[in-house]
């Protein structure tokens, strides 16, 4: 995982915080604020994929600020990977590409998981 | 009578050749349906130790047509007798023939003498499965360990088969324990 990475969110399909993980010691975020973020994210994806005027909903796919970035990834089916970094990161979505490619091996092909 | 089943053509499935046997399964197909068999099991049992007993009969079925697949593939070899000979074609050709690899190492046991272990560091069927923590010791492996179990039976070779997790100090690995029924034993003493 790159320095610069700062947490990693997976959202289910209905808006719910499956996953935390944080990678950097200061600016932790409480878990309360991380599902309210999540949820949040996960509403506002939704609402700004019906905006676009013309071509298919796509929704949020980056949010670029002074002091972060966060980077999304929706897979077909819904789960929403989603990245917080400093801003200079780039490649975040091949990245979690890569995350989503080990997600559905160790996750979906563990009889243990509970979805 | 019963007559074998017939296709359409006419050919009953006893004529039929048996396939050449070099094709393989994709990991993540068979890790799909052994993950759905491990949690058809979970709903129907009440302890780790009856998911394991249902996994390895689930496991001996296999074994006992995989000996006798293997056996008729490999034209030209004489069947084993010996212990040390049937777990060293075990760990070799139908390690080979299910896994594509032969298994990490054989050992028989220092304290007692119809103890024999097959060592197998990460076996292919645990590749994507995490053990929660109140699930304790269980090992999925107890498949394969009712597949040698099923092997051992229809070689003649009657025993006992367990899988067990190894704790080292960095990593876990899986043994296949096998104990020998008393008669095994004798009959090994007298051949010498």
Known sequence: MPQRCNTLFIVNKAGGLIYTRHFSKENQ????DCLRLASTFHSMHAIAGR??????PSGIETVEADTFRLQCFQTPTGI??????????????????QIYSLYSD???KNPFYVS | LEMAATNQKGKAIVDRPVPRGKSEVSLSAFCFLFSEMVQYYQTRVNTTQ??????AGAGYGVGVRMLELVCFREKGSKRE???????????????????GKAADALERSTEREDEYMIHEKEPLVNTYVSVPKDFGHLNCASFVAGAVHG??????FPARVTAHTVQFTNETRTTILVKFSQEVMERERRLG
């Open chain 1, 29 to 32: 975020l409480n878990v309360n």
């Open chain 1, 51 to 56: 905006l676009t005027p013309a071509g298919a």
């Open chain 1, 80 to 97: 929403k990977f989603i990245m917080l970094a400093e801003p200079m990161v780039s490649n975040l979505d091949n990245l979690l590409r």
């Open chain 1, 106 to 108: 160790f996750v979906l």
């Open chain 2, 50 to 55: 009856e998911l394991e007993k249902k996994l």
């Open chain 2, 81 to 99: 007798t010996r212990i040390v000979g049937m777990l060293s074609y075990i760990k070799d050709h139908i390690w080979k023939a299910m896994f």
């Open chain 2, 151 to 156: 092997i051992l039976d229809s070689a003649d």
